[in-house]
């Protein structure tokens, strides 16, 4: 079973007040700490510690991207 983290716990997974580097995408949490593109918890626009499901559907991306990343939880909604 998936912990359920709340959308402050997952702030703090923002790469700057904790080592990890989480965000969200349709509420589940994923860690993105081993990926380059995350260094410092930004990817170009996006910052870590949210939920971006809304910011991705401009992404030139599919989110089979997500595939690659260990699932942490669920945000609590």
């Given at each position: 079973m998936?912990?359920?983290y709340t959308k402050q716990q997952l702030a703090l997974r923002n790469g700057q007040d904790k080592?990890?580097?989480?965000?969200?995408?349709?509420?589940?949490?994923?860690?993105?700490?081993?990926?380059?593109?995350?260094?410092?918890?930004?990817h170009y626009e996006h910052w870590a510690g949210q939920?971006?499901?809304?910011?991705?559907?401009?992404?030139?991306?599919?989110?089979?991207v997500f595939l690659k990343f260990k699932i942490i939880g669920l945000v609590q909604p």
């Open positions: 998936l912990t359920i080592p990890e580097i989480w965000i969200a995408y349709k509420g589940v949490i994923y860690d993105v700490s081993t990926s380059r593109l995350w260094f410092n918890g930004k939920d971006l499901t809304e910011e991705l559907k401009e992404a030139p991306h599919h989110e089979s």
